[in-house]
């Protein structure tokens, strides 16, 4: 049973460029969350999704941001007209189908994708 | 806001002594807390999860404890090995989110 998988897992872009972050959950989890780890700080919450539905975007930026979850295919994290400050690693998680955050069990995190904006 | 603090920031011992990491929330309203390892570079793995309800997990050389009155949890790890080198994490579980400390940078010297 694959794990979470996400890719790229490194990506160098240019300033004003768009990144674009996938994530394909274990088999059988219908819920996808995504963090940001900033280097020196802690991972951040940004954004929970179930199959076509955004549940908590609380943590999103209110610009250039935006994540989905289609029927079919990955999780997309997609980051428009990056900028230095958006360089960062972008965690996604899963947990099974029916039971989200509020379930009480654990998330499952995949290896991360390492944005660099140069 | 949910914040949470792990202590210390960074901790190195010789190979076979016992250690504490320590980590504090200041919302007691959680659902659970999961202690993560993260190694560089790497994602977050899994190490043991409390829910609210519990006192405490065991897994191994591993053993988590959790007051929530007092919103406070550690990891007692046993015997430290040169393998058990990571940053371990400290998350909480307040709904749709887990709120995490910056970590504890354990360094287990042979």
């Known amino acids: 049973n694959a794990g979470v998988m996400q890719n790229p897992r490194h990506l160098v872009r240019r300033r004003g460029q768009e990144a674009r972050l996938r994530c394909s959950p274990m088999?059988?989890?219908?819920?996808v969350y995504w963090y940001r780890q900033l280097p020196e700080e802690g991972l951040k919450f940004m954004v929970y999704?179930?199959?076509?539905?955004?549940?908590?975007e609380s943590g999103m930026p209110k610009e250039r941001f935006s994540a989905e979850f289609p029927k079919e295919g990955p999780s997309i994290l997609r980051i428009q007209q990056v900028v230095r400050g958006d360089s960062a690693a972008y965690f996604c998680?899963?947990?099974?189908?029916?039971?989200?955050?509020?379930?009480?069990?654990?998330?499952?995190f995949g290896e991360g994708s390492w944005l660099t904006v140069v | 806001k949910q914040e949470v603090t792990q202590i210390p920031a960074a901790l190195s011992v010789p190979e076979g002594e016992n250690l504490v990491l320590n980590c504090s929330f200041t919302?007691?309203?959680?659902?659970?807390l999961q202690w993560f390892r993260q190694d560089p570079g790497k994602g977050l793995t899994s190490l043991l999860l409390?829910?609210?309800?519990?006192r405490e997990q065991t897994s191994g050389r591993l053993n988590a404890s959790l007051d929530k009155s007092s919103g406070r949890s550690t990891l007692y790890i046993a015997a430290s090995q040169p393998g058990d080198s990571a940053t371990y994490l400290c998350?909480?579980?307040?709904?749709?989110?887990?709120?995490f400390g910056t970590g504890t940078s354990l360094t287990v010297i042979p």
């Open positions: 998680a899963s947990s099974p189908l029916g039971q989200g955050a509020y379930s009480g069990n654990t998330i499952y």
């Open positions: 088999k059988g989890h219908s819920h």
């Open positions: 999704l179930q199959k076509e539905n955004i549940i908590d």
């Open positions: 919302d007691s309203a959680i659902y659970n």
């Open positions: 409390i829910q609210s309800s519990q």
């Open positions: 998350a909480v579980n307040t709904g749709n989110q887990f709120y």
